[in-house]
């Protein structure tokens, strides 16, 4: 969400079928839902909306990133839109979940850079209560894998602002190279932020051995 595509004014706007290639399987007509060690990411719901903006609208976890939806039916509106999004074919993003609930605390996102996903950006924005838990890393997890082996991705671009400690410390934590910076790129609260680039490869990203014992369980 950090840099999330949805706008508000766009909302109405239909969107144009999508021009890329089909990749290896049918996340286009459905996300599949992904279990990790503690973890579950899954397809947003409408339901998502009240917990959602919940966590995600507390000035810690806003500080850093485009401003999310003020209200619960902002939300709802914005889980929509994700939805047309992926089937669109340009966009994916999961509903993070713990294991023992089904509650949303939670999203990670992935939208496409260029036709047929080669280079892909990819986002995140966890509620605070479950920082430092272990549910980022698991959830990146899944969804780095997703990126690369479900959707064709090459590389994988993410965008954090220099002054989010905990954001870069992630990206780092997860195997992501910090390419550059991007001088004065994002735009929050009337000030430019210097944003770092970091990326990961296919060729060169190696899950965790412990996430490859979870061999990605494909709940459905
Ligand atoms: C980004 C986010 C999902 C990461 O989840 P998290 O649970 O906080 O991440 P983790 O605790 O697993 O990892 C963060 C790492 O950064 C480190 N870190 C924390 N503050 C730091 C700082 N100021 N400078 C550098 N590293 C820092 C932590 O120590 C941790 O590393 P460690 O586990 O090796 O000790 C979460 O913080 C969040 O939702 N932030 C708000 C939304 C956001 O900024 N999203 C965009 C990110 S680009």
């Given at each position: 969400m950090e840099?999330?595509?949805y706008r508000i004014e766009l909302d109405s706007v239909t969107m144009p079928p999508a021009v890329a290639p089909v990749v290896s399987s049918n996340w286009q007509q459905g996300l599949p839902t992904l279990a990790g060690e503690q973890v579950v990411l899954?397809?947003?719901?409408?339901?998502d909306a009240a917990s959602l903006f919940a966590l995600l609208t507390t000035e810690e976890v806003s500080r850093f990133?485009?401003?999310?939806?003020?209200?619960?039916?902002?939300?709802?509106r914005f889980i929509a839109w994700t939805l047309r999004q992926r089937r669109a074919g340009s966009y994916a993003c999961f509903a993070v979940t713990l294991d023992?609930?089904?509650t949303a605390i939670g999203i990670f996102q992935l939208r496409e850079l260029e036709p047929g996903f080669g280079?892909?950006?990819?986002?995140?924005?966890i509620g605070s209560a479950y920082w430092g838990?272990?549910?980022?890393?698991?959830?990146a997890d899944l969804m780095i894998n997703f990126a690369f082996e479900t959707v064709g991705v090459h590389r994988l671009e993410a965008r954090a602002a220099v002054k989010n400690g905990r954001g870069n410390g992630a990206l780092q934590k997860v195997g992501a190279?910090?390419?550059?910076?991007?001088r004065k790129s994002f735009l929050k609260n009337g000030e430019y932020?210097?944003?770092?680039?970091w990326t990961i490869l296919n060729d060169e990203w190696k899950p965790r051995a412990s996430y490859a014992a979870v061999n990605k369980r494909l709940v459905h």
């Open positions: 840099k999330m595509p899954r397809e947003l719901r409408a339901s990133i485009s401003p999310p939806p003020t209200t619960v039916e902002g939300f709802e023992s609930t089904d280079t892909a950006e990819w986002g995140f924005a838990t272990g549910v980022f890393q698991d959830g190279v910090q390419e550059g910076l991007l932020l210097d944003q770092a680039l």
